[in-house]
């Protein structure tokens, strides 16, 4: 099993995995979101790295960065797919630790991420230090809204709204 970033001629089986990945009702939004988020360029750059068995992609992850009303580099975890014959075999996990790897040694402070606190929790993401930061459309599930931080960073004192990539700026994604 390899992790990498993913490559330009990968989109299409990128977008496979994810249609896979998720049951219908959701596959068809996170795979235009995925297009989107591949399909332009972002200062700073997305994230998108895969996990490759045999010769297949197995499992892909995107880090997209956000705007912040601070110094603060931040990057939002979404999405994150593993090839159902996989899922529940580590490979999700591997994927996220090579990304907040990465963020981190490139000197990110902080990561947020709006998913299942059980799952993300495992890597110290937590709601707590999700108060501070405000997502830019009211969430549908609250509770699923958490950070990480990965650098000694003093929370803002008043509330922050995140500016996320334009794939991001959609109110059903909340």
């Known amino acids: 099993m390899s992790i990498r970033a993913n490559r330009a001629d990968e989109l299409d089986a990128i977008l496979s995995l994810h249609r896979a990945a998720f049951p219908a009702e959701e596959s068809a939004s996170i795979v235009m979101l995925v297009e989107a988020m591949l399909g332009k360029p972002e200062t700073p750059p997305v994230l998108s790295l895969v996990a490759e068995a045999n010769g297949q992609l197995a499992g892909h992850v995107v880090f997209s960065p956000i705007s912040l009303d601070s110094a603060d580099d931040g990057y939002i975890l979404a999405p994150l797919a593993v090839s159902p014959a996989l899922q529940r075999s ?30 993300y929790g495992r890597f110290g993401f937590t709601a707590e230090a999700a108060e501070p930061y405000r997502a830019p459309y009211p969430l549908q599930y609250p509770f699923g809204w958490q950070a990480l931080l990965l650098s000694a960073t003093t929370p803002p004192a008043a509330p922050v709204v995140i500016r996320c990539v334009d794939a991001l700026n959609n109110p059903a994604l909340w």
């Not at 580590?90 to 902080?110: D, E, F, H, I, R």
């Open 90 to 119: 580590g490979l999700g996990t591997q994927l996220v630790n090579a990304g907040l790897a990465q963020l981190k040694a490139a000197g990110v402070s902080l990561v947020l991420v709006y998913g299942d606190p059980a799952y």
